[in-house]
């Protein structure tokens, strides 16, 4: 059973701190990673992939992507109130996404 | 603009009578799937279709069918609506291989 563990939170930062959100997953093969946000009550829409170990940056996004150990993170800089939402990794298998949890941030003025 | 839609994006329905929902998207993605979505929990994959090819997963009830009569759109029907189905139902797309972007969802309760 392949899967993708997140810790639920709350994670609560101030504004303007950076939120460090972290995944890891199963599958050693795994390819293909994903960050969703998800505000309450709303579908996900994507923040950012990332194939390749190592960083890969998008505005005030990061995604960090170590295969060796496993893990995935995504770090946001200058966090915003906006910012406060339930972030989604997903590890693609196949035609599949296979999700953690999630991860509540918080982000307090 | 290219985008998933869902319709209606709230339904009501008695416990035990069917409902369908739909989903249709203008981005030609080749890959069309159906989410359960529970609070508090990750999206539940039901079912996926790429092309025409409908895969089932292993714990989707029987309860639940779905359709894709073209490219552009997908149904999901449940026949008989259970309390424990009340749900956010989410559409996503994709090409094979590719990002999957989701709808907007639809908010189902069962009364």
């Known amino acids: 059973q392949k899967e993708v563990e997140q810790n639920s939170g709350p994670l609560s930062v101030p504004e303007g701190a950076i939120a460090s959100l972290n995944c890891t997953y199963s599958d050693r093969g795994s390819q293909s990673f994903f960050w969703y946000r998800q505000y309450s009550g709303k579908s996900p829409e994507l923040i950012m992939f990332i194939y390749s170990n190592g960083d890969k940056e998008d505005g005030r996004f990061t995604a960090q992507l170590n295969k060796a150990s496993q893990y995935v993170s995504l770090l946001i800089r200058d966090s915003q109130p906006s910012d406060s939402a339930t972030y989604l990794c997903?590890?693609?298998?196949?035609?599949?996404?296979?999700f953690g949890t999630g991860t509540r941030l918080q982000v307090f003025p | 603009d290219a985008m998933v839609i869902q319709n209606p994006r709230y339904q009501v329905t008695q416990f035990g009578k069917p409902v369908t929902l739909s989903c249709s998207q203008t981005l030609n993605h080749n890959v069309m799937y159906w989410y359960q979505q529970k609070s508090s929990q990750a999206p539940k994959l039901l079912f996926h279709?790429?092309?025409?090819?409908?895969?089932n997963e292993a714990d989707t009830p029987d309860n639940f069918q779905s359709r894709r009569p073209n490219t552009s759109f997908c149904f999901l029907d449940i026949r008989s609506p259970g309390l424990g189905d009340a749900a956010m139902y989410l559409c996503?797309?994709?090409?094979?291989?590719?990002?999957?972007?989701f709808g907007p969802g639809t908010r189902l309760t069962v009364l």
């Open positions: 279709y790429y092309d025409k090819d409908f895969n």
């Open positions: 997903a590890v693609k298998d196949t035609d599949k996404l296979i």
């Open positions: 996503a797309t994709s090409k094979r291989d590719d990002t999957q972007y």
